[in-house]
């Protein structure tokens, strides 16, 4: 029979709805349950792509015995960590805090007032030596909970005190921190570099996408041409080549996998993240902008078509996330890691010829054994597998096999292409089908962005129809709020501080790339709701929730940068742009706060928080504003725009119409700015200060490269 998850609309949720633990969604009725029966909740948090998640579900939450401990001491309740990030940070503090380290599935027990007692990631079903297993935990924590009650609620009372209060008001620097950051970054960056092998710091490698951002911007503010900024853009361009021709890359179908096992870029978690395309879609194009590495071009399409390809809603949303496990095939019964994606060598050779198969085999370092190395697997469990990754250059397949460059590319198109049809009819790995707002909002600003560098008109319709998805089922106009998600629906979840920031974000990169005023006026409505419902004057910071839980979690205002980036720093640049661009001096005053606010970790430790340093760039420039007229020659001056090596430029559009009329609402000049005849024009303009326009894209090149 099913649990109480089967109404719910969460994949993760719903792959737990047949467990024999009688679960409950997170809200009122699970505490109120626990306080009516006197029982701890038992908290479990992950997501439905979680690899370890699928790993404690099948030994312990399908286990018969282990469910009846569960449903007779506890009231259980699973939470996805994608719909909740507020929950989930809030409790993920206290078990970082408490064992040194986090992760998911995260596990924690809580008294039925929502403050933490225990807690820790996965558990084993077994005791192991060292490590208790999960059945012995619930019944020392069933028995602590009868016998020493008062000891328990007072020190969860205590712990959940903490993390309330953790974040103490905010002190302000006098200014805005200065120059020296970036010298800071610069050699921070260059400590933790690979120079071997690509990458910041150890195995396992993340991609960590916001470091490019910075990389790109210190690149310029050193200067191109000096030592230090030849390094950054070594480093950045280094590292993205690596990933590129790594197993990182999906190089059949496109993509980015969640992260590296090894150092060698060879071996991921094969996971794919909504998030982690948009990033890298981004970082991939402005690598080819600055650099016109080919590669970098080919990498961003790449990523682009799979994200149109396999994580489009046919509804105009992003889907969230692939699995990492699959079926080897439509006859296995278990599913196994990189299944979808890993190729044995007789599989190669059963659908190439062999010409093709000799080639494809060399190229990709395809073995019979499998290609990962033991520090790689050290559990075996790739043995006779290969993930694919590029072992020899162009080059070197010219002079193995007495090709062209031509006729080496076109036969890696045409083993590629083969390949792909052959992975299609595969067991495909579980696609978590729900669209989170925030990371549609970092797909929307990477369709955006690349249309506009790498001038591709077409890649602005995706982002387009995920827009007015957006403003059709995520936001209520009537009160201005988002929700976080959809599923077949609106999900109830209300929207956090990184759904508003991010989607304003893509609502600026849309605007500027396609001119269409409605996206720039939802921009600014979602940031005036954002400023309501998220700014703690006290701390000079948004928090991540709006605080009107069944419990008072703990305020977040995070600013360093993970996986995502951190909303806080987001919304800085956010309100820098909408200053720059509406001429208001309350969003520049907000955005300068939290970066007085911020000023000690910018100081200290800016590689930890690239996009709070990516703000300060733009904060320290004097801003630029682009305007474009309509007319013939529209095209070629907007993309003379978007090229320019600005730190701080913003693109307006006179479109002769509505949209011009509401920016001249903000800057009465703009009203004047017109096309000369049917000709469109450039103007650049310093603090809405104008030189006379020009007609020409190599006019407004030299004028914007002469700053």
Known sequence: MPNALASEKSPYLLQHAHNPVDWLPWGAEAFARARAEDKMVFLSIGYSTCHWCHVMEHESFENEAIAAQLNADFISVKVDREERPDVDATFMAFVVATTGHGGWPMSVWLTPAGEPVYGGTYFPPQDRTG?????????????VWKNDRDQVTTGAARAMAAMRGAEEAATLAATVPGEAVFSTAFDQLSRTYDPDLGGFGRAPKFPRPSLFLLLERLARRLGPE????????????????????????????????????DAYWHVPHFEKMLYDQ??????????????????????????????????????????????ADSLLSAAAREKVEGGFYTWALDEVGAWLTAEEAKFFTW?????????????????????????????????EAVAEFGRTPEEIREL????????????????????????????????ISAFSRAAAVLDRADLLEPA???????????????????????????????????????????????????????????????????????????????????????????????????AEPAAGSVAAMNLLRLAAMLDRRDFCER??????ATSVELG????????????????????????????????????????????????????GGDGQMFLAGFSPPLALMKPAGRTAVAYVCHHFSCQPPVTAREDLRALLAAG
């Not at 490590?131 to 028995?143: D, M, Q």
């Not at 993205?240 to 496109?254: S, T």
């Open 604 to 655: 200290r430790h800016p590689f930890g928080v690239p996009c709070l340093a990516a703000a300060l760039d733009f904060a320290l420039a004097a801003p630029v504003q682009i305007v474009i007229t309509a007319g013939t020659g529209n095209a070629a001056l907007r993309a003379a725009a978007h090229a320019a090596p600005l730190a701080s430029r913003v693109i307006l559009h006179a479109d």
């Open 591 to 596: 955005a300068e706060e939290i970066l007085r």
């Open 412 to 443: 890696i198109r045409l083993t590629r292409d083969k390949l792909f049809a052959v992975r299609e009819a595969r067991p495909r790995p579980h696609k978590d089908d729900k669209v989170i707002t925030a990371w549609n909002g970092l797909m």
């Open 226 to 261: 000096s030592p230090e900024g030849k390094r950054c853009r070594h480093m950045a361009d280094h590292t993205l080549a690596c990933m590129a021709l790594g197993g990182l890359q999906d190089q059949i179908g496109g993509g980015f996998h969640r992260y590296s096992v």
């Open 131 to 143: 490590r208790a297993g999960f059945p012995t935990i619930l019944r020392r924590l069933a028995e």
């Open 363 to 395: 190229y990709y370092w395809v073995t019979e054994e499998g290609n990962a190395r033991p520090e790689s697997d050290p559990l075996g469990e790739l043995t006779g597998r290969n993930t694919l990754f590029v072992a020899h250059s162009v080059d």
């Open 278 to 323: 948009a990033q890298l879609a981004v970082a991939y194009a402005e690598a080819w902008q600055a650099g016109g590495n080919p590669l970098f071009r080919r990498t961003c399409e790449d990523i682009l078509a799979y994200v149109q390809r396999d994580l489009t809603d046919a509804a105009g949303g992003f889907h969230s996330a692939e699995d």
């Open 464 to 562: 387009r129809r995920a827009l007015g998805f957006l403003k059709r089922e995520a936001w209520h106009a009537a009160d201005g709020t988002l929700r976080r998600s959809w599923r077949q629906g609106a999900g109830p979840v209300r929207g956090f501080a990184d759904d508003y920031a991010f989607l304003i974000q893509g609502c600026l990169d849309f605007y500027e790339a396609a001119g269409e005023i409605e996206w720039l006026q939802w921009g600014i409505a979602l940031q005036e709701k954002m400023d309501a419902l998220f700014w703690q004057a006290a701390r000079s910071a948004y928090v991540m929730g709006a605080g009107d839980d069944v419990i008072a979690l703990a305020p977040n205002s995070e600013i360093h940068d993970g």
